[in-house]
């Protein structure tokens, strides 16, 4: 009798390539913690335009590969501000961290390998191969703090058909890597609903939520003749935003961010998620043009709702957002 895959004996482990598409085995430092995590090939079935004589469709031949992943998880710091997910964090930011602060860069574009491991180990043991992000979710004001991101990647392969897969698909591997025998992952709980907001240099008292989305522009290349697979990465412009809701009140401080949002001036925001030394996660946002609010009147106390805003950075570029881990 088979034996069942259960979703709970799940391990991820996270590895930066050097080169796109070849595979960087995991060791006992590359484990990460997962809420959930998939990864799967999207193979398209060609089938010619030509008419045939017959109203029974005509069988097709495999089209050029595509594969996507996405990953949801805490908040977790690690050991020097580099957290288990260090290297979806990269995938982010296009930057490794230093002293535990990630900025933005222009100058390389990163890409990975996603491990996925599962009980029993006779069951398909998976890999994304030259894994890109495309983006990202942060949001304050939840019971435990979690984090959404998502991407494309060249391949998955896994261990039940690597013996039969072709050069490209090994990504330069020999044979598919057993899993690592202690796998070490760091990090204390985070309550997503401590720390603080400040927006326009005003501490926000009453914040409710905010959200911070990062679309990142980075996306593979599809049609490259002669390869069914995509032959690299390419960029175009990355999108940040920031919105957030709040209790209103008739401070001086919410009349100023309103203010703000009408004459559509650049301002900045913080946003810091846990008050534990530690496990803080600080991101930064400069440049924001806040669209004009709404006023939510379903709770017995009025909302105000400013919707997701671009930020623009400071003109020099690559500083839209920062993130600091401490």
Not at 159 to 177: A, E, H, I, R
Request: with cysteine.
């Amino acid at each position: 009798m088979p034996n069942f895959v259960f979703s709970r004996l799940e391990r991820l482990y996270l590895t930066l390539e050097s080169t796109y598409g070849q595979a960087v085995a995991p060791g006992n430092d590359n484990a990460c913690r997962l809420i959930k995590a998939s990864m799967d090939n999207e193979i398209p079935t060609l089938v010619r335009r030509d008419k045939f004589g017959s109203f029974t469709p005509p069988s097709g031949v495999r089209g050029r590969v595509r594969a996507k992943w996405n990953y949801e998880g805490s908040l977790v710091n690690g050991s020097g501000g580099v957290p288990d997910a260090d290297v979806l964090w990269q995938l982010l930011f296009s930057n490794a961290s230093s002293g535990g602060v990630y900025t933005l860069s222009k100058a390389s574009t990163v890409s990975a390998n996603l491990w996925d491991y599962r009980d029993p180990s006779t069951a398909a043991q998976r890999v994304a191969l030259g894994a890109v992000m495309s983006s990202a979710t942060i949001n304050l004001g939840q019971d435990i703090a979690e984090w959404q991101c998502e991407g494309e990647a060249m391949y998955v392969n896994n261990s039940l058909f690597f013996s039969t897969s072709d050069t490209t698909q090994k990504g330069g591997l020999v044979s598919f890597p057993a899993e690592p025998g202690s796998p070490v992952t760091h990090g204390g709980i985070i309550a997503g609903f401590t720390g603080s907001l400040t927006v326009d240099g005003i501490t926000l008292a009453t914040i409710r939520t905010a959200t911070i989305k990062v679309e990142t522009g980075v996306a593979l290349v599809h049609d490259t003749f002669g390869t069914y697979y995509s032959t690299g990465i390419e960029r175009g412009t990355r999108k940040v935003t920031f919105g957030f809701n709040m209790y209103e009140d008739d401070s001086s401080g919410q009349e100023t961010i309103y203010a703000a949002a009408e004459s559509k001036a650049l301002i900045n925001a913080s946003c810091q998620i846990g008050t534990v030394t530690g496990s803080i996660f600080t991101f930064a946002l400069t440049g924001i043009q806040l669209d004009a609010p709404t006023r939510d009147d379903s709770q017995l106390r009025f909302a105000v709702v400013y919707p997701d805003a671009t930020a623009h950075g400071s003109g020099v570029g690559e500083d839209e957002l920062t993130l600091t881990v401490s």
